[in-house]
């Protein structure tokens, strides 16, 4: 009987102190103090780092100081494998797509003067490339595996990524076929 009380006393101190630290206080406007620094994430100077492996059509995972990145590609948006409903139409030909393009030991990763170096999930954006100049994303659209987007409405490669999906419609691959994807 004591064990359960005991249990029962320490779960509920973990209980409340989790609802303490979790809480927010919306009455608590005062701003920090000055002297306390900024919680930075350092961002990764353009560059080549080694390749770890996909993440999902249009996100890849990169090595950057001991850590593992994840670096959305800029321009393209790819199927989602995880929606609710099931899986976008092509989603796990676009991961499977991407795996087999990306099959290196390194890329070259760049950014783009328009665009932060980071999206709101914390994730880098930029361009990547194999070592032989293979534009991933340019590569992802143009066998018909995504779509051209982009948040600002444009980016640097922009009129290489339209013309690389214009290919892809004008014959029909992956997203644009009108048998897989109706």
Sequence with gaps: MTNRILILLLLASVTLNAYLLLREDPGNTTPPP???PAVVIETPAAGTYPFIRVIDGNTVAIGYSGRTEHVRLLGIRAPEPNVPGGPECQASEAIAHLRATAQTGTVVLSFDTEHGPRDTMGRLTGY????DG??????????GFARQFSSTGTHERYEAYR????????????????????
């Design 163 to 182: 013309e690389a999906e214009q290919f892809a419609i004008q014959n029909q691959l992956g997203l644009w076929d009108p048998e897989l994807c109706p």
């Design 128 to 131: 990547v490339e194999l070592p």
């Design 134 to 143: 293979t534009d991933l994303g340019e590569s992802i659209l143009r066998d």
């Design 34 to 36: 000055d002297d306390v």
